[in-house]
């Protein structure tokens, strides 16, 4: 089947670092994208890695392990404006569902002050 | 340049009643989604369209119909609304080609929030 799994909420001070966590188990693999959702918005571009490593991003860093079916996402220097909903994507590899992404239900990240 | 746009941002429905939610992209992709999103359950896809004329079932299409008469614009139909519609709806564009370029990347609209009542 189809799984992609994050942390429902995660907490952190401004200034400081998070890791947020996905793992992933899909029928194909063709990338793997972070979207940033604020409150009441649409889904915003973050990071995409295809391959194994670190994909560096100003204060965002995105990590891919394909073998462990793993990815992180790297956020330092922590804004209150960071305060927002991270969501795991993967795009479906398999021939007949190359064009599908599948979403994980997003890790709602809090920063206080 | 307006990317994606969604129209109409906010509705309420009646049960039985039927509607059409518009989007439009400005950037020539080929490939358009319409997703739900619900409380806890992330974006599920409804139906996707891979070209001009093309449709086809996304994870939850039951209670939609989408059409693509022109390749900037994917209609989403709900021809007798129901309360379990009730959600916000997301239309998402992108390039076709590019695997493994980053061109496959997802622009989303703004949303649209149903209700039914």
């Known amino acids: 089947g189809q799984n992609i799994d994050q942390p429902t909420e995660m907490t952190a001070t401004e200034g400081a670092i998070v890791q947020i966590n996905c793992t992933y188990q899909?029928?194909?693999?063709?990338?793997l994208f972070w979207y940033q959702q604020h409150a009441g918005e649409a889904p915003t571009f973050l990071s995409y890695?295809?391959?194994?490593g670190l994909e560096e991003k100003g204060r965002f860093s995105s990590f891919l392990s394909r073998s462990k079916g793993y990815s992180y996402l790297l956020l330092k220097e922590l804004q209150m404006k960071d305060s927002a909903s991270y969501l795991c994507a993967v795009r479906d590899g398999t021939t007949s569902g190359t064009y599908k992404y599948i979403f994980g239900t997003g890790t709602r990240l809090k920063v206080l002050a | 340049n307006a990317g994606v746009t969604q129209t109409p941002k906010f509705r309420v429905l009646k049960t039985g009643q039927s509607m059409t939610l518009l989007c439009a992209q400005d950037m020539n992709h080929e490939y358009m989604y319409w997703y739900r999103q619900d409380p806890g359950m992330g974006l599920r896809l409804i139906h996707y369209?891979?070209?001009?004329?093309?449709?086809a079932k996304g994870e939850v299409p039951d209670g939609y119909n989408v059409s693509r008469l022109k390749k900037q614009n994917f209609l989403l139909g709900l021809e007798s609304a129901a309360p379990s519609q009730t959600s916000v709806y997301f239309c998402?564009?992108?390039?076709?080609?590019?695997?493994?370029?980053?061109?496959?990347?997802?622009?989303f609209g703004a949303g649209t929030r149903l209700s039914v009542l």
């Open positions: 369209s891979v070209g001009e004329g093309t449709t």
């Open positions: 890695n295809v391959l194994d």
């Open positions: 998402a564009s992108s390039y076709s080609s590019g695997v493994g370029t980053g061109k496959n990347i997802q622009y």
């Open positions: 899909t029928s194909g693999f063709n990338g």
